[in-house]
């Protein structure tokens, strides 16, 4: 490679890495595997080798990735950093990593060339979760810090508290000396992992890619009373302590299980290398059993004199490593690539493959989310392709595999009309998907605003995705509206339906008569308006009647209605088969209108203010936005120069901080905003 190019490349890769370590870190939402990631990591520290001269200190193969969110000003105690930032006693290092074998003997060899005493090596199972410090004092839990930029972490205490598995105190009269520090990890077991995640499904939250992202996502909340019901668990594997306790790491930590902490109960002492390939191969099997996720196995040096003569290097001891394994992947032949319609008319193309095993499943399809990807896998049917399994429930096709590629292969071209009703395809240029622009004719498209409309925030009717299915698919509802014309004898027609069920849905269909207003504007499906909009709009407008004979310009002056926003409303109101369906709904019964009288106010105090929330916080948003609303004060969707306040909650969207930032706008916490609504 030409001096030119390795410049480029070094810098392309420092990009991208610093971009991923922010996904990781900081959002905890990984766009790729920790494999992925890992390549990209080993491509940059082999260039910086070959070019020394392009190495710098900031480089991310010389810095621990950081968990702390880049703050406005970091001297200051602005609620976006959330927690209070303490430096580290002794800096919280990473580990250096590999996933070859070979490499582990290279790694002992440097280590017997450094001294002529027979030492063995303590492994370990590399836990999947976050970083904890834990300072013991006098027997009592004095602080926990996460491991931050590694240098200063989050004072995330309260938060450790409410994990059952870490003691507050410790047991009496066992020992240990009176100031301590004990690191480990906090992780989420699988079964707390799943219960977590459906919650979120059904409160209509985005689920965590995996259990190391909602570890570290539920330690970082703001309200400790979270953590409590999140099911973390925690094992301590390094211990340091001002005065030795034990002439080695194994030892050590008996003794800090003595003392009453946890450790894992796995770890074994290794006589040699050869000893420790045989750890691995057997919990490369084993871990699949175990009730948590584990990503590797981690070999440290025993004996403690040993380690500190090898010290540490910028960004890692030189006494211990990390072997990782592979994600388990599957080489399978592509078949032929279906494209998907969505509910909102967006594409996404989804591989067929050859049926193939992939850790106790059988895979048969994998998502290629847009042209975009397609592209860059250089992606043909009929190649053999990998398949790995991510966090979400569709896996997903990492690489080609070239040199299996045969001469039977047929480029994948991405459709230029719709699959479903033949329309030409569109693409907004800040948008990654194609789109099918016929949303009030194209099949996927009608049955996604059925499902749309009986959705629970918005008219809450009893029936499910099935029911549209064959309700459609029988002729029997083509318009919202149909949905109220139904005959009893056409729901008994319904597979699997019964008097109880076809009562329980004209049960459901009639309380959905009395939906407020602002609801029935949400169900309608207009694109781009959103919960918080049509609650805008309704509080704006009061009826259908008015958002219909309203101007472009009434709409532009609108809470948050934009250009985007306007168009659409326009061309909804204009649309003589929309003002028919609403007219129909009317004679149906529904709110047209702001009913006044059901407005429960309680005070004034956030009147003419616009509050827009982010992330999660204790209460569901829905709750929260109803808070706000009750004190007078309007939900705005995004951020502008007229919002008053940002309430910041856990996961909170860096994009909105950023903008909140620059435009200067109030960031409080949810506490902040209890306090401002004087509710304790
Ligand atoms: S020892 C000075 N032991 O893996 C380094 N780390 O990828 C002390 N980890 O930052 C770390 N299990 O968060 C150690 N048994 C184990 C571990 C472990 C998981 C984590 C730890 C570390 C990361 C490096």
Redesign the pocket.
Known sequence: MKKKEAKERISLLIAELERHNHNYYVLNAPEITDFQYDLLMLELQQLEKMFPEFASKDSPTQKVGSDILPDKSSQDSSPLSQFEQIPHKYPM???A?TYDMGELEAFDERIAKTTDTPYTFSC????DGT?ICLTYKDGRLSRALT?GDGTKGDDVTRNVLQIPSIPHSLVPGSGYPDEFEI?G?IYMPYKSFEKLNLQRIKDEEQPFANPRNAASGSLKTLDPKIVKGRGLECTL??LITDIPVAATHLEALQKAAQWGLPV?EHAKECRGISEVEKYIAFWDTERKTLPYATDGI?I?VNQLQLQSSLGFTAK??RW?T?YKFKPEEALTKLLSIDYQVGRTGAITPVANLEPVQLSGTKVKRASLHNAEQMQLLDIHIGDYVYVEKGGEIIPKITRVAPEKRGFDIVEAVFPAVCPECGTPLVKDEDEAKHFCPNSDFCPPQIKGRFIHFIGRKAMDINAGEATIEQLFSKGYIKELDDLYTLTRDQLLSLEKWKEKSVSNFLESLEKSRKVPFERVLFALGIRYIGETTAKNLAAEFKSMENLASATREQFLSTEEVGEKLADSLIAYFTDQRHLGIIKRLADAGLQMSVDESKKIIKSEILAGKTIVISGNFSISRDDMKALIERHSGKVGSAISGSTAYMVAGEKCGPSKLTKAEKLGIEIISEEEFYKLINKQ
């Open positions: 290092l990473s580990l990593n370990e199972l590399k836990f970083a491991r690191r990890e594997y390094h894992s981690v440290k890692s001891p211990a990390a």
